[in-house]
C-alpha cells in the first residue's frame, strides 16, 4: 500500500496536481493521525463529493447536535450544575451544538394545546421562556444541509424538504419523479414576498402587480421557502418499431 502511494505522489510530481481520490484520502489520514474528527477538516465541494462517493458511512463525518433533557425547574432556570460539565466535554470530543430542553416542560406545553387560555397561563408561569422544538428543526435543517419549499393548492399546503443547492427540477422530482422528468419551467414566488404582498388572500394578483412572480427554468437554484408551481410534460415512452417476422 505504501508503495503505490508513493508511486502514485511520484506520478503526480510529474502531472500536476494529485487526482481528487489520493488527495482526500491524505487529508483524512492526517486528521485520523491527528484524532480529529473528520468533519472538522476544511473540505471543498469536490472532496465532499468523493468522501460521499466512498466512505460515506464515516461516524466521525456526521454533524453532531447534542439535546440536553432538562427536568422542568432546570428549564425555567434555563440552566443545571450539569450543562456546564456536559458542555466542557463536548468542547474537548470535538465538538458540536448543544440545545437543552425539557420534554417535562414540552409535554405541559402539548397539553394546552386546546385551550388557549390555559395555555397563555402555562406560558406566563416563566415570562419569556418558549418552547425548543422550532429551534432543534430549525438547527437540525442546518446541519444536514437541508431546506425546504413549498406547494399551495386549494386542498393543502405541503412544505417539501430538500438539499440546500437543489435545482428547480430536482426540488420538483421530490413531489414525482415524472415532475423531474417532464420539468418544464417553475413558477416561483418568495414566501417574504407573499406574505408582505397578498393582503390576507389567496390571490397571488398583488404578487405580480409587483412583478415578484417569476418563471424560472431547469438551472434555477431553489431558495429556502419558495413558493413553486411546477409545470411539466411527460409523454409515454416510444414503442419499439415492429420486429419483421
Request: glycine letters at 8%; hydrophobic letters at 40%.
Amino acid at each position: 500500500m505504501r508503495k503505490e502511494k508513493e508511486d502514485a505522489g511520484k506520478r503526480d510530481s510529474k502531472m500536476g496536481p494529485k487526482p481528487i481520490f489520493i488527495q482526500v484520502f491524505d487529508k483524512l489520514q492526517a486528521l485520523l493521525a491527528a484524532n480529529t474528527p473528520l468533519r472538522l477538516g476544511d473540505w471543498n465541494l469536490e472532496e465532499i463529493a468523493c468522501i460521499n462517493d466512498n466512505i460515506p458511512n464515516c461516524l466521525t463525518l456526521k454533524p453532531i447536535v447534542y439535546l440536553v433533557n432538562l427536568d422542568s425547574a432546570s428549564y425555567k432556570r434555563q440552566g443545571n450544575k450539569w450543562l456546564p460539565k456536559i458542555k466542557e466535554w463536548i468542547d474537548s470530543h470535538g465538538g458540536g451544538i448543544v440545545i437543552p430542553f425539557s420534554v417535562e416542560w414540552e409535554q405541559g406545553l402539548w397539553n394546552t394545546r386546546e385551550d388557549p387560555v390555559a395555555r397563555e397561563a402555562y406560558l406566563g408561569e416563566t415570562p419569556g421562556l418558549t418552547s425548543a422544538i422550532p429551534r432543534i428543526v430549525k438547527v437540525g435543517y442546518r446541519v444536514l444541509n437541508l431546506q425546504y419549499y413549498f406547494t399551495a393548492g386549494e386542498d393543502e399546503v405541503r412544505a417539501w424538504t430538500i438539499p440546500a443547492g437543489a435545482l428547480a427540477p430536482e426540488a420538483a422530482g421530490v413531489i414525482h419523479t415524472d415532475f423531474e422528468r417532464g420539468f418544464i419551467k417553475a413558477e416561483v414566488v418568495a414566501f417574504d414576498d407573499f406574505k408582505e404582498l397578498c393582503d390576507g388572500k389567496k390571490s397571488y394578483a398583488n404578487i405580480k402587480a409587483a412583478g415578484k412572480y417569476r418563471q424560472e427554468g431547469k438551472q434555477y437554484v431553489v431558495k429556502d421557502g419558495d413558493i413553486i408551481h411546477f409545470m411539466f410534460n411527460v409523454t409515454a415512452p416510444k414503442k419499439d418499431a415492429a420486429k419483421p417476422k
